[in-house]
Nanobody, 117 residues
Framework: QVQLVESGGGQVQPGGSLRLSCVASGNGFSVNVMGWYRQAPGKQRELVASKSNIGNANYADSVKGRFTISRDYAKNSVYLQMNSLKPEDTAVYYC???????????WGQGTQVTISS
């Protein structure tokens, strides 16, 4: 089975920074796209950022210029550096990975990010 383990969530003040990490593992598992979704109370889950196996990155307009996604391809890991955080960034953040050959999406357990003064 495939497992994605997230870390790095927490509470920071507006304008602060956090770095989220996610590692995917599984016997014979390899990934294509990896990225991050988030869901805030009362809102739809939205794609925050993704990065392909050839290094192309995409960002939601709301985070562009503030967040940076990166990959460690050999370790099936994905990271999200979040700077200039705003209260509206408060959400549960979920990492995901698409199986390179199956196309099936796998999800992390979610980590809470809270931005408040």
């Amino acid at each position: 089975q495939v497992q994605l383990v997230e870390s790095g969530g927490g509470q920071v003040q507006p304008g602060g920074s956090l770095r989220l990490s996610c590692v995917a593992s599984g016997n014979g598992f390899s990934v294509n796209v990896m990225g991050w979704y988030r869901q805030a109370p009362g809102k739809q889950r939205e794609l925050v950022a993704s990065k392909s196996n050839i290094g192309n990155a995409n960002y939601a307009d709301s985070v562009k210029g503030r967040f940076t996604i990166s990959r460690d391809y050999a370790k099936n890991s994905v990271y999200l550096q979040m700077n200039s955080l705003k209260p509206e960034d408060t959400a549960v953040y979920y990492c995901y990975a698409n199986g390179r050959y199956s196309g099936i999406a796998f999800w992390g357990q979610g980590t809470q990010v809270t931005i408040s003064s």
